[in-house]
């Protein structure tokens, strides 16, 4: 892979679906696989989402998921609702998390934290 810009808007050799796709076409080609980028904990490309159309106007920009968490100081699990809904958003449009192919986790955390704060706001 190189160094470029993907269509996912991140860089083409940290795209976790742009590497499946390429491995898939070469390993129907029969060809030397190359290396799937390695989940290190760190930001992804599931994570980061261009905005085209600005609803206050303005250029187009780039975002991320941890950006807007800690721009409006999300609590713990209002943080983590938040990003399971993202992952859910980010898988229907192919860029989910490398081995999820079912928004059913992400949904589940999703209910499991809103349960607390539900508990938390009584």
């Not at 599931?46 to 106007?57: C, D, I, K, M």
């Amino acid at each position: 892979m190189t160094s470029d810009i993907c269509e996912h808007g991140i860089l083409a050799d940290a795209c976790v679906p742009c590497a499946v796709a390429i491995w898939r076409a070469e390993d129907a080609k029969g060809e030397e696989l190359t290396p799937m980028p390695k989940l290190t904990g760190g930001s992804s490309s599931y994570y980061t989402v261009a905005v085209e159309r600005p609803t206050s106007g303005g250029a187009p920009y780039m975002t991320e998921c941890n950006d807007i968490i800690e721009a409006l100081n999300m609590e713990y699990d209002v943080a983590n609702v938040f990003k399971a809904a993202w992952r859910i958003a980010a898988l229907r449009q192919g860029k989910g998390k490398l081995g999820q192919d079912s928004p059913v986790y992400d949904a589940e955390k999703i209910v499991f934290f809103g349960n607390r704060i539900i508990e938390r706001s009584k």
